[in-house]
């Protein structure tokens, strides 16, 4: 399968469009060190990289999305405009797959195709 390019990431997720392709690229490799060859489809493989990759530009700060700000503003505990109040219930730690919607959509596609490992 051939990796996933800047140019797809940015044209699946457009908040990304005015990111450095080496950065996204830098991302995209990170993603294909964690999204291996044994997923079910390679559609979900494809999906499943630009998806870890777009979480990784969020925490670091990179894209045009009200996440990527507040990850590049330090993070947020609760953050009000207008009348719009986001409150978090717990403090997220670098790197947890939940604290960006890339990241809880690749929970799910996960889930999908990793099988749950069992130790007797």
């Known amino acids: 399968m051939d990796s996933p390019t800047p140019a797809e990431l940015k044209a699946r997720f457009p908040g990304f469009a005015a990111v450095a392709d080496p950065m996204v690229q830098t991302a995209l490799d990170e993603a294909a060190l ?3 060859g044994d997923w079910a489809s390679e559609a979900d493989l494809r999906l499943g990289r630009l998806l870890l990759a777009a979480h990784v530009l969020t925490l670091d700060g ?5 996440e990527a700000a507040a ?3 330090g993070g947020f505990r609760r953050m009000r405009s207008g009348a ?4 978090r219930a717990a ?7 939940d604290s960006t ?11 999908r ?4 490992v069992t130790v007797v």
């Open 101 to 111: 919607g890339y990241g809880r959509r690749f929970i799910e596609l996960m889930r």
């Open 113 to 116: 195709n990793v099988p749950a």
């Open 91 to 97: 403090e997220a730690g670098p790197g947890v797959l």
């Open 62 to 66: 990179q894209g045009s999305g009200a």
């Open 71 to 73: 990850a590049a503003a």
């Open 34 to 36: 964690q999204v291996g």
């Open 84 to 87: 719009l109040e986001l409150e």
